[in-house]
Structures are given as C-alpha cells and as structure tokens.
C-alpha cells in the first residue's frame, strides 16, 4: 500500500494527469481538424469567442511549461 504523499504515489498522480492532458489535447485536436476540413462560417461574436478561448489556452500552456521548466532546473545559491 502506497503513502498518499509518497514518491510513488506523486509519479504515479503524474502519469494520470499527463495522460488525461494528453486525451483532452486529442480530443481537442480532433473538434479543431474538423473546422479546418468543414470550415465553418462563426458570427462576428463566436468567431472572437473561438479567438479568445485558443489564445488563453496558448498562454495556459506556454505558463505551464515555465512552472515545470522552473522546477526542474537546479536551484543556484
């Protein structure tokens, strides 16, 4: 039986959450292949919306990878 705050425990946490970002990103990659191969015609309005939610997903993303490019280098003293 593993500790909730163990190592073991912590790696496996990590596997569940990379595997369930990478099943959302498929998801979502496959919702934006079929707008480009039947594009749609959004209103003024949806098409900003559509805008708004790819560009915070973008700056979500580039966040994340800062956080975990931050814990991973070796802290300099």
Do not use: H, W, Y
């Not at 909730?4 to 099943?23: C, F, L, M, N, Y």
């Not at 498929?26 to 707008?35: C, D, H, N, P, Y």
């Not at 191969?37 to 990878?65: H, M, S």
Request: charged share 30%; glycine share 6%; aromatic share 2%.
């Amino acid at each position: 039986m593993e500790l909730v705050g163990s190592p073991a425990a912590r790696g496996s946490d990590a596997r569940d959450t990379v595997a369930k970002i990478e099943q959302k990103a498929l998801q979502l990659s496959a919702l934006l292949r079929e707008l480009d191969n039947d594009p749609v015609i959004f209103e003024p309005g949806l098409q900003d919306e559509l805008d708004a939610v790819l560009d915070q997903l973008g700056c979500r993303i580039a966040a994340t990878r800062a956080l975990e490019q931050r814990q991973n280098s070796p802290v300099a003293d």
